[in-house]
T-cell receptor, first 113, second 107 residues
Framework: DTAVSQTPKYLVTQMGNDKSIKCEQN?????MYWYKQDSKKFLKIMFS???????INETVPNRFSPKSPDKAHLNLHINSLELGDSAVYFC????????????FGDGTRLSIL | KNEVEQSPQNLTAQEGEFITINCSYS?????LHWLQQHPGGGIVSLFM???GKKKHGRLIATINIQEKHSSLHITASHPRDSAVYIC?????????FGTGTSLTVIP
């Protein structure tokens, strides 16, 4: 049973399109995260939700909008995709935001044509 | 300047060697994480520390809060340890990542 699952694993789309990446965790964790890893492999946090409430919202374009329908899901919607959005996006979860380790999904490789 | 600095950036070791990767940070933290990313891309959380030392198998992580420094040690290194090791700090409302240390262990 996969603990943190992301779909799709690969996403290839054209500039200007709108796309979503889904994330689900079956660990009963309260906190979920979205990270972006660029072509230089540098990881950066984008968002963090705790019990469906936004607790970290880094400076990302407002074309990126997280949606948490319940605490087991944190989906990432991206509008008007740009070339610079090409990256690997990782979802993660932890029991809390401070004292517990994170469990990562396998990543979604987004390529913009 | 990054809030989290790792050294070395790249490291090649012979199988069996003792390996140390260092992480220094410049912000107040609630916890420090060591992550491992394999060539296939998956990320695994190895340790989360707020003080002292933790051990898991051949891996040991230490942190000195006063000096704002952490080390990850691998004893009796093995080719399967080849990966990128990433240090990350949690300030309570922010996460900052190091640029990673790419480790290659040669048989």
């Amino acid at each position: 049973d996969t603990a943190v699952s992301q779909t799709p694993k690969y996403l290839v789309t054209q500039m200007g399109n709108d796309k979503s990446i889904k994330c689900e965790q079956n660990l009963g964790h309260d906190t979920m995260y979205w990270y972006k890893q660029d072509s230089k492999k540098f990881l950066k946090i984008m968002f963090s939700y705790n019990n469906k409430e936004l607790i970290i919202n880094e400076t990302v374009p407002n074309r990126f909008s997280p949606k948490s329908p319940d605490k087991a899901h944190l989906n990432l919607h991206i509008n008007s995709l740009e070339l610079g959005d090409s990256a690997v996006y990782f979802c993660a979860s932890s029991q809390d935001s401070v004292s517990q380790p994170q469990h990562f999904g396998d990543g979604t490789r987004l390529s913009i044509l | 300047k990054n809030e989290v600095e790792q050294s070395p950036q790249n490291l090649t070791a012979q199988e069996g060697e003792f390996i140390t990767i260092n992480c220094s940070y410049s912000v107040g933290i609630s916890a420090l994480h060591w992550l491992q990313q394999h060539p296939g891309g998956g990320i695994v959380s190895l340790f989360m520390l707020s003080s002292g030392k933790k051990k898991h198998g051949r891996l040991i992580a230490t942190i000195n809060i006063q000096e704002k420094h952490s080390s990850l040690h691998i004893t009796a290194s093995h080719p399967r340890d080849s990966a990128v090791y990433i240090c990350a700090v949690n300030t309570g409302n922010q996460f900052y990542f190091g640029t990673g240390t790419s480790l290659t262990v040669i048989p």
